[in-house]
């Protein structure tokens, strides 16, 4: 096993002989997961669904938490949070949630907060806790729900 550099992203890159999705036990691991949880009938409506709120999440979450997280994710999770572009603001939970909406055909809003906490609260396992709320304290208030934590964060 070799490493190999993403943007500001050190990720374990295998073989080229094993490195599609399919093959990445990790990878499969997660969406097995986002499955479960999300209830999903296919594994390919596990797998658009991760990767639309991952590549949402990727603009999102910025500096060294952005760079543990990928490193804490599967190589093709990573990418997708690597490859985003950081956000120049930040979203609400709701208009996080809206985003990721406006990114799935026939998604409502109801649904599209299914997809995002289907997806979010199978990363805690993953990534520790540790990260999770580091993540937490750079994003605006209401995103701890979304990752299956209660939100206790004072409000003004």
């Known amino acids: 096993m070799s490493t190999t550099t993403v943007p500001s992203v050190t990720t374990r890159h295998h073989a080229p002989s094993d490195h599609?999705?399919?093959?990445?036990?990790?990878?499969?691991?997660?969406?097995?997961?986002?499955?479960?949880?999300?209830?999903?009938?296919?594994?390919?409506?596990?797998?658009?669904?991760?990767?639309?709120?991952?590549?949402?999440?990727?603009?999102?979450?910025?500096?060294?938490?952005?760079?543990?997280?990928?490193?804490?994710?599967?190589?093709e999770a990573a990418r997708l949070i690597a490859s985003q572009i950081p956000a120049t603001h930040p979203l609400t939970a709701a208009e996080f949630v809206d985003k990721v909406a406006s990114r799935t055909a026939g998604a409502t809003p109801a649904t599209a907060r299914w997809d995002v906490s289907s997806v979010l609260s199978v990363l805690p396992p993953l990534i520790g806790d540790a990260l999770v709320t580091r993540i937490l304290a750079q994003l605006p208030a209401g995103y701890a729900l979304l990752f299956g934590r209660a939100d206790l964060t004072p409000t003004p």
């Open 20 to 75: 599609h999705d399919d093959h990445d036990p990790d990878w499969t691991r997660l969406i097995t997961a986002v499955q479960r949880s999300g209830q999903y009938a296919t594994r390919q409506e596990a797998e658009q669904t991760t990767r639309t709120v991952l590549s949402a999440l990727g603009a999102h979450v910025i500096g060294d938490e952005r760079v543990d997280l990928a490193r804490a994710l599967p190589e």
